[in-house]
């Protein structure tokens, strides 16, 4: 059982110094995550701005060739009026004239409102464009300083993971998770006891339970914290 409570205040101070490394990088990972989103973010909406101007493109070119043919038709119809035998014939010709006129002021309308609209498009993927610019200039910075950490710190935390590692294979299962489960709630799971006391909450710790405790033959835990308790021994034994 020692050699189970040993693994288990090692893998602690393992962790600990794991935390103190990644504390290094701030919120720079975090930050740079949000940055790249941000830049593909801002990306995306360019291409769909693009996206948009070449439709409106195609669909004013097809409006305006429309309307030239309808220009066309109409000044045709305009002949054909003057070589009808009949009102009937005079009329459905003027009801197509109309019908392409009304055609004429839709489509004059919508390429007005595309041309409003393709303005409007190119000023919002100018100013994206812009933030594009920053954001890549930004990001740049702050992947530099975040490699910079990294390659400062990395060896360190290879050599530490590796021996967490094999200490995580040497605690049971069960002990295992407890230890998971009071490292999520209190940061640290495993303290020894100084001064007669839990090192994690600064209560005092029973006479009998310190004896206990001593013998390193059981895991006891806390009981004002609930985190786990070693010995002064163990915690002198197992250093970094």
């Given at each position: 059982m020692k050699s189970?409570?040993?693994?288990?205040?090692?893998?602690?101070?393992?962790?600990?110094?794991?935390?103190?490394?990644?504390e290094l990088r701030g919120d720079l990972p975090e930050t740079v995550n949000t940055m790249e989103s941000e830049l593909a973010l801002v990306e995306r909406r360019i291409e769909e701005i693009d996206e948009a101007l070449k439709r409106g493109a195609t669909e004013r070119s097809m409006k305006e060739k429309e309307s030239l043919e309808l220009i066309d038709k109409i000044e045709k119809y305009k002949g054909q009026q003057l070589e009808?035998?009949?009102?009937?014939?005079?009329?459905?010709?003027?009801?197509?004239?109309?019908?392409?006129?009304?055609?004429?002021?839709?489509?004059?309308?919508?390429v007005q409102e595309w041309i409003e609209q393709n303005e409007e498009l190119k000023a919002s993927k100018e100013q994206f464009a812009t933030r594009r610019e920053e954001l890549s200039k930004e990001l740049e910075v702050k992947r530099e300083e975040l490699k910079d950490i990294l390659e400062t710190t990395r060896e360190e935390e290879i050599g530490f993971e590796q021996r967490r590692e094999q200490a995580m294979s040497e605690v049971l299962d069960r002990d295992m998770q407890l230890y998971k489960r009071i490292r999520d709630a209190k940061g640290k799971a495993v303290v020894p006891i100084r001064r007669e006391s839990c090192s994690g909450c600064y209560n005092i710790v029973p006479p009998q339970l310190i004896l206990e405790i001593k013998k390193n033959d059981r895991l006891f835990t806390c009981e004002h914290c609930g985190r786990i308790l070693v010995s002064e021994e163990i915690a002198l034994e197992m250093q970094l």
């Open positions: 189970i409570l040993q693994s288990l205040y090692l893998l602690q101070l393992l962790d600990t110094e794991l935390d103190e490394l990644r009808v035998t009949n009102n009937r014939e005079y009329d459905a010709l003027t009801r197509e004239m109309e019908t392409a006129e009304t055609t004429i002021v839709t489509n004059e309308a919508l």
